[in-house]
């Protein structure tokens, strides 16, 4: 089967599926929180990241078969990654047959290797994604089957946000807090930061995990004394303290903080950087983004990369959707699934999920749906009904 198309399209960045009907007890943190960012140093842009980031769309990927069958990928980054996809990537890859998933995302590292970095990595993961879903819907198999059967019968997932009275009404057991304030905020940032994770612990007790993302707003020195504090609080980890690209700094953060956990690599494109550090054991827990890193092809090789240096795949936000459910269910190092809590407290996780058919956790655990492809839950009409 070969395939006849490849389109990307513009949706929405938020719910597809329209508001939620359940009334929310108060706005979500992610309302109003200020969180720590690379940005965090100038003024006019520090108080709210939505003040600098891009407003460009979510992305939709149609991948369409010879005889009508089709699947369906999604990423970020709207226009740029959309004129990827569409004007170069997929009149070139017409004909190619719809169920060689690494020799087309080889053709696609190839193509876009000229200017590869984020953005053509987005692209090549929407078109990834849904030749996977339409794999499965070809061979009528779920796609966890596909990556060699369940490695669990379900994922553990923790969860991310800093409502955490709702998080732990939701009955979960492990949860990550987004750090506040970052060296722009100085010593008193240092004392407040350290107020939000001991407030944190109290309020989830000594049984459960807590974890901590600093979302590329420190530097070394800076996380190092930031989890010198954390001593007391036991952190399992500490996370994506610098910026992406300074895989020295992670090296040396490293050597200096023996014995913290620490992890990152959501903001890491394509397998490279992430052999990088599982030889030098510079992180002890990998997060690639299946949407940003290179699809479910290439989360699979960091996946075997990581396995080989004994080092747990999680991915980042990946409970979130359907693609990383069904690698986490699969991949027998991908120990816990992370699910992002950016809705308000109050409202059921089931109302506020991106697609129709993507599971949402109950008391911390979830299983994929077992329909063919990643079982999104659209008829071909409602996916294109996505488009903006
Ligand atoms: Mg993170």
Redesign the pocket.
Same mark, same amino acid.
């Given at each position: 089967m070969k395939i006849r198309s490849i389109h990307a399209f513009p949706i929405a960045s938020d719910l597809l599926g329209g508001p939620p009907t359940t009334a929310e007890r108060r706005p979500a943190w992610t309302a109003d929180a200020e969180v720590a960012s690379p940005m965090s140093h100038f003024p006019r842009f520090k108080r709210l990241r939505s003040s600098w980031r891009p407003r460009w769309p979510s992305v939709a990927c149609l991948v369409t078969a010879d005889d009508g069958s089709w699947g369906l990928g999604m990423t970020r980054y709207g226009t740029p990654v959309i004129s990827i996809i569409n004007d170069h990537l997929a009149p070139l890859l017409v004909g190619e047959t719809c169920t060689d998933t690494d020799h087309v995302w080889n053709l696609m590292q190839g193509m876009t290797s000229p200017y590869a970095g984020g953005l053509s990595c987005y692209a090549v993961s929407a078109i990834d994604l849904a030749l996977w879903d339409l794999k499965g819907k070809l061979l009528g198999q779920p796609v966890y089957a596909l990556l060699g059967a369940p490695a669990r019968s379900h994922i553990d997932c923790y969860a991310?946000g800093n409502d955490t009275d709702w998080i732990l009404e939701l009955g979960f057991q492990a949860t990550?807090i987004?750090c506040p304030h970052g060296p722009a905020d100085g010593v008193r940032g240092l004392d407040a930061n350290e107020a939000l994770v001991a407030q944190t612990r109290a309020a989830i007790g000594a049984e459960r995990e807590l974890m901590v993302?600093c979302?590329m707003a420190f530097d070394v020195d800076y996380a190092v004394s930031f989890a010198q504090r954390m001593v007391p609080h036991r952190l399992r980890w500490i996370?994506?303290c610098l910026m992406p690209d300074d895989l020295d700094g992670v090296r040396s953060l490293r050597e200096r903080l023996p014995g913290h956990g620490l992890?990152?690599g =959501?903001h890491w494109y394509t397998p490279a950087p992430f052999a990088s550090a599982a030889v030098n054991r510079s992180l002890d827990v990998f997060?690639p983004d299946i949407g940003w890193a290179g699809g479910m092809t290439g989360c699979l090789k960091i996946a075997r990369i990581a396995q080989a240096a004994g080092i747990p795949v999680m991915l980042?936000?990946g409970m979130n959707t359907a693609y990383g459910q069904h690698f986490t269910l699969a991949v027998p190092n991908a120990t816990m699934g =992370?699910y992002f809590v950016g809705s308000a407290p109050g409202v059921p996780l089931a109302e506020v999920r991106l697609t129709p058919g993507t599971a949402v956790p109950q008391d911390g655990r979830l299983v994929p749906s077992d329909a063919p492809g990643f079982g999104l839950g659209l008829s071909l009409e409602q996916a294109q009904a996505l488009a903006l």
């Open positions: 991310t990550k987004a993302d979302w996370e994506d992890a990152g =959501e997060q980042h936000a =992370e």
